[in-house]
């Protein structure tokens, strides 16, 4: 019934899913008729990697997958994790290799950013958060790195993120006070917590408001 399908649906990416499966189950390999059939489909590529036992076949495997489809987030994050916590170097370089592929995928640029030294990790967060202006992940992350830093400046990292608000606002681009604390909160930055709160309290309640709230707030 399965060859039926894959003959009568040539593109169908479901039939191929489990014609995959059926495949290894009967001879212990792979159909590879699949990929030829449907090249830029992710979850096949994805599916015939889960099927491989062998750590270099999988790797090899998402490598072809990835030139067919050089922008699939779910192959890229699916070769980054295949790589030992201890390679630094290698993480580093298919994560720069990700973010020009995939320039708007976030958790690429944050986790690129995590591994850089610092002036890199600046420089790459400056460079993509012009192009991803509603992302508050990388504006917090880029405030984070100055927390991080062995002489932690409160008033440095309060410009940091007032500059961010005024630009965002510049843009007419609603800014969610919640979202922005909790990236905060989550990442552990109490310092840039501390900062997201005072440059944006008295958001939305007009500007009036807002300029005397913070002033109070000194």
């Given at each position: 019934?399965?060859?039926?399908?894959?003959?009568?649906?040539?593109?169908?990416?479901?039939?191929?899913?489990?014609?995959?499966?059926?495949?290894?189950?009967?001879?212990?390999?792979?159909?590879?008729?699949?990929?030829?059939?449907?090249?830029?489909?992710?979850?096949?590529?994805?599916?015939?990697?889960?099927?491989?036992?062998?750590?270099?076949?999988?790797?090899?495997?998402?490598?072809?997958?990835?030139?067919?489809?050089?922008?699939?987030?779910?192959?890229?994050?699916?070769?980054?994790?295949?790589?030992?916590?201890?390679?630094?170097?290698?993480?580093?370089?298919?994560?720069?290799?990700?973010?020009?592929?995939?320039?708007?995928?976030?958790?690429?640029?944050?986790?690129?950013?995590?591994?850089?030294?610092?002036?890199?990790?600046?420089?790459?967060?400056?460079?993509?958060?012009?192009?991803?202006?509603?992302?508050?992940?990388?504006?917090?992350?880029?405030?984070?790195?100055?927390?991080?830093?062995?002489?932690?400046?409160?008033?440095?990292?309060?410009?940091?993120?007032?500059?961010?608000?005024?630009?965002?606002?510049?843009?007419?681009?609603?800014?969610?006070?919640?979202?922005?604390?909790?990236?905060?909160?989550?990442?552990?930055?109490?310092?840039?917590?501390?900062?997201i709160i005072k440059n944006t309290i008295?958001?939305?309640?007009?500007?009036?408001?807002?300029?005397?709230?913070?002033?109070?707030?000194?």
């Amino acid at each position: 019934m399965i060859e039926k399908g894959c003959q009568n649906w040539p593109k169908n990416q479901d039939i191929w899913l489990e014609a995959l499966q059926a495949g290894m189950s009967r001879r212990g390999k792979r159909d590879p008729r699949a990929m030829k059939a449907m090249p830029n489909a992710s979850k096949l590529w994805l599916q015939a990697v889960m099927l491989e036992r062998d750590a270099g076949v999988k790797n090899r495997v998402l490598r072809r997958g990835i030139e067919n489809i050089p922008n699939s987030v779910m192959l890229w994050r699916a070769l980054i994790e295949m790589v030992d916590e201890e390679n630094i170097e290698l993480a580093v370089l298919l994560l720069n290799k990700a973010v020009e592929c995939c320039p708007t995928h976030v958790d690429f640029w944050l986790a690129l950013a995590r591994l850089l030294p610092f002036d890199q990790a600046r420089e790459a967060l400056e460079r993509v958060r012009h192009q991803l202006l509603r992302e508050p992940a990388i504006r917090i992350t880029r405030a984070r790195l100055e927390e991080a830093g062995d002489d932690t400046d409160c008033n440095r990292i309060g410009n940091i993120i007032h500059g961010f608000i005024r630009e965002l606002e510049r843009e007419c681009l609603h800014i969610d006070r919640r979202a922005w604390m909790e990236v905060a909160e989550r990442l552990g930055s109490a310092v840039t917590y501390q900062a997201i709160i005072k440059n944006t309290i008295g958001i939305g309640m007009g500007r009036e408001v807002e300029v005397t709230t913070r002033k109070i707030l000194g």
